[in-house]
């Protein structure tokens, strides 16, 4: 079972307010990555969780939050909102150190912000 | 920083017919991906490749690090096979870290 699951899959958020998006996968990976994704644009990664540690990408540093409880669920967390924030977020996982690093996709959460 | 550079940014292909995408790379990379967008927003996996080349049906994948740069061949063009197309390359710096191509949005008309 290759599934990245995702919750909710549709989320309208309020300016200012807070947003907590959930990701899940049962395939035992070691990685768990979130993208932020626009209209028109590629896939931009925010941030990954190899095992426990956490990496944000320095242009988004400020803006996300994560959490990874457990090997299987991972989270992202947007302390207030803005406008800018509407966008498609995906969750992937992948597997380290083995002979393929290929990483999965989940369905997405698309984020309205008003 | 890496780049990956994705041509043709849109492509226009008859039912039946075929067609080539490319993703050049600014620098050696340990492996691709591409994706199918669907309508709904999600990224299909389509292919990984570390060398070589995969076929999965009417769909064709080469990888050729050592020039830098991988193809997606479509023969026989689907209606259903309409939608943006991505590319993306790891570095393979232990990271895991993907950079995507801007993309390639396919039409397929009857």
């Known amino acids: 079972d290759t599934t990245v699951k995702q919750n909710p899959r549709y989320k309208l958020a309020r300016v200012g307010k807070p947003v907590n998006l959930i990701c899940s996968q049962t395939m035992n990976h070691d990685t768990m990555y979130w993208y932020q994704k626009k209209p028109n644009q590629a896939p931009k990664l925010l941030l990954f969780y190899y095992d426990k540690i956490l990496n944000r990408e320095a242009d988004t540093f400020e803006k996300f939050q994560s959490s990874r409880p457990n090997n299987s669920f991972c989270s992202l967390y947007i302390g207030s909102a803005g406008l800018e924030y509407s966008a498609m977020y995906l969750c992937?996982?992948?597997?380290?150190?083995?002979?393929?690093?290929?990483?999965?996709f989940g369905p997405g959460t698309r984020l309205t912000v008003l | 920083g890496d780049q990956v550079e994705q041509s043709p940014s849109a492509l226009s292909l008859h039912e039946g017919t075929g067609s080539a995408l490319r993703c050049n790379f600014t620098t050696t990379m340990r492996a691709v991906q591409w994706f199918q967008q669907n309508s709904r927003g999600s990224l299909i996996n389509l292919f990984y490749l570390a060398s070589g080349t995969k076929e999965n049906g009417r769909l064709k994948s080469t990888f050729n690090s050592k020039e830098s740069y991988s193809t997606l061949h479509i023969r026989d063009a689907q209606l259903e096979d309409s939608g943006t197309y991505f590319c993306?390359?790891?570095?393979?710096?232990?990271?895991?870290?993907?950079?995507f191509g801007d993309g390639t949005v396919l039409t397929v008309k009857p």
């Open positions: 992937a996982s992948s597997r380290w150190g083995g002979s393929s690093y290929e990483q999965y």
């Open positions: 993306a390359a790891e570095r393979g710096t232990n990271t895991g870290k993907l950079t």
